[in-house]
């Protein structure tokens, strides 16, 4: 059913974090462009206009459902350089993979060859838009300037006397690309990045594999070199996008799709069909969220033990989803006890974005370069900013995700897709690290309770563990959550921490779009706490 709160478009619509990506992929799609096609410009536009959370320079996950119901993936991760060795790292005097700098910037970025593989799925589709209408809107922005993001501002006054804002500025050209004249950016200030609008220039009329086998591709490898980063550019030269088969899960009225490994889709899907054997029956009440809470620490600790690099994975991913399975861990779950949390730590900046068009096709899509800024690392002759994702591996040979030449790194990134029994088809996901999951079930499990999807993302969030700047494993709570339900949670044995505010960005910014068979119009919303967009063809 049609509601009040959500904006709904009768052909096709976008959601994104930014207004200026929403408004490339609604306006490639006016163009009569496909989903996947307002997908790539929408991607080469947040790359420059957000790029606190992603570039150019990170990775990039891609979940696409045709019309004829067939899903694919895309994996745009990039692996570890062929420098990229313990003792490399140990030589340079490093116990632990460095955040930022040279020595952070160790995986191929793999967002661009995403794209590449994107645009062949796009063109089996039926798309025909040329690449320079697709990244027409990325190239203006970077040459004629945009505005700064608030979320962007956010970040520089949330971390203006820390040290992790201290340490990308140490890193060299990093000041020169982000502040302006030496000052923090506030949102609204215009910013050029003349170097990026070259690149991107030069790839729309080369063509994208130029990223990594052409005149870009050199410049990068070249400037990766003087900095000491261990990525060389013959691993540039060999990388290239890979298609893959989702995971998937079958509820009572929908089946749902994520992403495997190196990605944590395992643990979005475990938590969501644990929470189905619970017996909860309406949203936002102590049992919703508590099921949901210990589902998470259940899936978390598996997630924990077998995903890594998928040429190297020695788990049965279909085993861990069978029925079964997931009724024995549900099983495990104390709806009157917390459970014991113990969680690494991570940072997650992140973008999610969603698309939909009026043949039905559905893109889920996330990018990232991991840490707010990535390595902090901008190079001088493209202007790429490049991701710090490699942080995830570790230094020990015994670890779960040991450093290694060639190897993939885990990804927190996981974009989501669901079906329903009765036609309907969603689109929906999140930004976060480690809360990416959590959010995710929230705001399915909220629509799926009957919450139009602008209500289910904008309803106060938790997130269980470490985020942003944050060092407790505590259950942070939003300040709108009802009084009785804070009291329930901490009763039950949740450490409960109220963080005090309504709308908090390390809560994660989230987005869902929902096309309804019949008529096939679209309900979108992206999140308040991101200052997102949904745009579209026929409506709102």
């Not at 997908?39 to 420059?48: K, P």
């Not at 119901?69 to 060795?85: K, L, M, R, Y």
């Not at 990045?193 to 130029?210: E, I, N, Q, V």
């Not at 070199?225 to 929908?254: K, M, W």
Request: with cysteine.
């Amino acid at each position: 059913m049609r509601n009040d709160t959500t904006p709904v478009f009768s052909k096709s619509a976008v959601a994104a974090p930014s207004p200026l990506a929403a408004e490339s992929g609604a306006r490639v799609l006016e163009e009569g462009g496909n989903a996947i096609e307002a997908m790539i410009a929408m991607a080469a536009t947040i790359a420059v206009v957000f790029p606190h959370m992603n570039a150019m320079g990170g990775d990039g996950f891609w979940l696409i459902r045709e019309p004829d119901e067939s899903v694919t993936g895309i994996d745009a991760c990039g692996p570890a350089g062929a420098e990229a060795t313990r003792a490399f790292y140990r030589d340079a005097g490093h116990e632990a993979i460095p955040a930022r700098g040279p020595h952070a910037a160790l995986t191929v970025a793999g967002a661009v060859g995403g794209w590449a593989r994107a645009t062949e799925a796009a063109q089996a589709g039926g798309g025909r838009l040329p690449l320079p209408v697709l990244l027409e809107d990325a190239i203006r922005h970077a040459r004629e300037g945009y505005p700064v993001a608030d979320s962007e501002q956010r970040y520089w006054d949330r971390e203006a006397d820390g040290a992790t804002l201290a340490a990308l500025r140490a890193v060299p050209g990093f000041d020169a690309a982000f502040t302006l004249a030496g000052e923090p950016p506030r949102a609204g200030a215009f910013r050029r990045t003349l170097k990026l609008g070259d690149t991107l220039g030069h790839l729309a009329d080369a063509g994208l594999s130029d990223f990594y086998r052409g005149d870009v591709g050199r410049e990068i490898a070249a400037d990766l070199d003087r900095a000491g980063a261990p990525v060389t550019r013959a691993d540039l030269e060999s990388y290239q996008a890979r298609t893959v088969q989702p995971l998937s899960l079958r509820l009572g009225d929908a089946t749902l799709w994520n992403f495997p490994p190196p990605t944590q889709g395992l643990a979005s899907l475990m938590i969501l069909g644990m929470f189905e054997h619970l017996g909860v029956t309406r949203a936002d009440n102590l049992d919703h969220h508590h099921g949901l809470i210990e589902a998470v620490k259940r899936a978390f600790a598996i997630r924990d033990r077998v995903v890594t690099d998928p040429a190297h994975l020695d788990a049965d991913l279909d085993a861990l989803l069978a029925p079964d399975a997931i009724a024995r861990e549900a099983a495990a779950i104390d709806m009157a006890r917390a459970a014991p949390f113990p969680l690494a730590a991570d940072h997650g900046d992140t973008i999610w974005m969603g698309a939909i068009d009026a043949q039905g096709r559905a893109v889920s899509y996330i990018q990232s370069i991991y840490w707010d800024y990535g390595s902090g690392l901008v190079l001088p002759a493209t202007g790429v900013l490049w991701q710090n994702r490699g942080m995830s591996f570790s230094l020990d040979p015994a670890a779960r995700n040991p450093l290694q030449p060639g190897r993939k790194p885990f990804h927190t990134l996981n974009p989501a897709l669901a079906v329903f029994k009765d036609g309907r088809v969603m689109s929906y996901g999140c930004m976060g690290g480690d809360g990416q999951p959590q959010t995710q079930a929230q705001i399915f499990t909220r629509y799926r309770f009957g919450m139009d999807p602008a209500s289910a993302v904008d309803a106060p969030r938790w997130l269980l563990g470490r985020t942003w700047g944050q060092n407790s494993t505590t259950l942070k709570l939003e300040s709108r959550f009802d009084p009785d339900i804070v009291k329930g949670l901490a009763g039950r044995g949740q450490a409960v921490e109220e963080i005090g505010e309504a709308y908090a960005d390390l809560l994660g910014h989230a987005g869902m779009l929902v096309r309804h068979p019949g008529d096939g119009h679209i309900a979108a919303t992206h999140d308040p706490r991101a200052g997102g967009a949904a745009r579209g063809m026929g409506g709102s």
